[in-house]
């Protein structure tokens, strides 16, 4: 399976298939979703998240809507500060899939109506974690995924 490829600690997923498909059960959605390669990404780094880095679930949602130019969208995961407002946005691609200019661009329209202080981008094999600051308007990478009380 995936997992053994990823640049990530295991867990034991939730899977079950119906009608053919493969599903994966999402913690944070509450509901079992297709299991794809990307999805498969999204529920090992949420675990991560939440058991290695401290995230709060409640504070986080998978396939957040949001609205750009009048064309709705929907960003990967959104986690929020403790008054609601937008902190870290994530982007998932399948393992397969190089992280290049056009992932973080992507990230970064999301990022022009949320404005959160940090964008992560991984495909279970890369992680990247950008911190943006607003007042001196420039942007550095971290070597690592911040804990959630470091954010």
């Not at 509901?31 to 995230?55: C, D, G, N, W």
Request: aromatic residues 12%.
């Amino acid at each position: 399976m995936i997992e053994k490829e990823l640049n990530l600690p295991q867990y034991d997923y939730k899977l079950k298939c119906e009608n053919d498909r493969k599903l994966i059960f999402d913690n944070l959605r509450h509901k079992y979703v297709a299991l794809t390669p990307e999805e498969l990404v999204r529920q090992t780094f949420v675990h991560f998240l939440i058991e290695y880095k401290s995230f709060p679930s409640g504070l986080m949602g998978n396939e957040v809507s949001l609205t750009q130019n009048g064309i709705k969208r929907r960003c990967d995961t959104l986690v929020s500060d403790k008054c609601g407002n937008p902190l870290v946005i994530i982007e998932y691609k399948a393992p397969n899939v190089e992280i290049t200019q056009k992932v973080f661009d992507q990230i970064v329209r999301y990022n022009y109506v949320l404005k959160a202080k940090y964008l992560i981008v991984t495909n279970g094999l890369c992680h990247y974690c950008c911190y943006i600051n607003y007042d001196s308007e420039n942007y550095s990478f971290l070597k690592e995924i911040p804990n959630y009380c470091d954010l």
